[in-house]
């Protein structure tokens, strides 16, 4: 097991602007005065308030942040705190070609430190219409092709690679509108619930859609995202060792209706693609209603796990619909050692541990923060996975 974290979104992105506002080609033409006279007592109770990042002790000072946030020393410290592995989100690399220019600058660094046993991976970006399922053949194409570019500029890192999927969206969809309380509230205001026959009708169209959702599901499956994802992964294959892609469950995404095939002859041996567990998205997903789901996931599952995102998920309010139904709002994408947090952190560790052993892998554990420094989670995790 290998455990480290994508980088601090609070801190690499300050530094990349910096530095483009002080290239030669900066990022606007604005100079960059105001980023030297940012009141620092502002910028200290701001951060310090939300919680973003560790902050010096000593009278806060800009520059002194800003140089403390280089690439160099955010990874050093990461390191110190026992990450062994460091996630890159496409999404902050290909937002800006200067974007982009910065973080390729960055590879010969990135690359120097395999030789001191760091290893990597890309996730690749989530909100740009990297859909390899697409049944728009330009969009699988184009998808297809981003990947291979990506690729060429990353391979020095010898990364694997996260991937999204981009129907998610029928799921999700057929999910909000079809299922649950939405479903009831709708069938309340065209049918109502007065008087037995309008209950029983009630029930009745309640059926009908839960058994009109279970038909079309495996059928846009089968008919459309299947034959969309198979001549993608066939032709990322041709470029790219495809274990290197891992396929990440969503909490809005029917992963066993798509990875089913997968998970069967001949395509298990045939296209050997990888999974990504996120932990967080199961937990949304399942967790309330399922305490086992985390041990069917291994079982179908374990032998393809190659990395896993972690985060803690904690119940932020709750939803009160007019048909008198309750349902916790999910927060994902917390602290490791949130208080409160529904992450059944030993749990997981102790079966990655146990794959680990069985196929002789080295998963990858990794912490996924976006608006919470991920040093605290971090040591947390270091100081767990050491006394296992």
């Known amino acids: 097991m ?27 033409s604005r100079p960059p005065w105001a980023l030297r006279h940012l009141p620092d007592v502002a910028v200290y109770w701001l951060m310090k308030a939300l919680r973003l990042t560790e902050l010096p002790k000593r009278k806060f000072n800009i520059q002194v942040f800003l140089d403390e946030i280089k690439l160099e020393q955010q990874i050093a410290e990461l390191r110190k705190a026992g990450a062994e592995h460091f996630e890159l989100s496409a999404d902050l690399i290909f937002l800006h070609p200067q974007f982009e220019a910065w973080w390729i600058e960055q590879i010969p660094f990135l690359a120097s430190l395999r030789k001191e046993g760091i290893t990597f991976s890309v996730h690749l970006p989530q909100f740009a219409g990297l859909y390899l399922d697409s049944y728009l053949n330009g969009v699988r194409q184009g998808a297809v092709a981003e990947i291979r570019r990506m ?25 909000l509108h079809l299922t649950g309380a939405a479903l009831q509230r709708m069938l309340m205001k065209t049918i109502g619930n007065k008087g037995w026959f309008n209950r029983a009708k009630m029930a009745g169209a ?17 008919r459309a995202v299947h034959p969309s994802l198979i001549r993608s992964l066939q032709e990322v294959s041709q470029f790219m060792p495809i274990e290197k892609l891992c396929i990440e469950n969503l909490e809005n995404f029917d992963f066993d209706s798509v990875m089913k095939r997968f998970n ?38 374990g032998n393809r796990i190659s990395c896993l995102h972690l985060h803690n998920v904690v119940k932020s309010a709750e939803t009160i619909y007019d048909t008198g139904e309750r349902e916790p709002v999910l927060q994902d994408h917390q602290p490791l ?16 541990k146990k ?33 296992m």
């Open 264 to 301: 069967q002859e001949p395509l298990r041996s045939e296209i050997p693609v990888s999974v990504c567990l996120d932990v967080g998205h199961l937990i949304m997903q399942k967790w309330t209603r399922d305490q086992r789901c985390f041990e069917k996931f291994f079982a179908r599952y």
């Open 151 to 175: 690729n060429e500029i990353f391979k020095p890192l010898d990364p694997h690679y996260v991937l999204h999927l981009g129907s998610d969206r029928f799921f999700y969809y057929t999910d």
């Open 355 to 387: 794959i680990d052993k069985k196929t002789g892998k080295n998963t990858t554990v990794v912490i996924e923060l976006y608006s919470h420094d991920p040093l605290p989670s971090m040591r947390f995790l270091k100081e767990i996975v050491s006394g």
């Open 2 to 28: 290998r455990i480290g974290t994508l980088l601090n979104t609070y801190k690499i992105v300050p530094r990349v602007l910096y530095d483009l506002s002080n290239s030669k080609a900066g990022l606007a």
């Open 337 to 352: 050692n949130e208080e409160g947090g529904l992450l059944p952190l030993r749990k997981i560790l102790e079966m990655v």
């Open 206 to 222: 309640k059926l009908v859609f839960q058994g009109l959702v279970k038909f079309i599901t495996p059928l846009a499956v089968s």
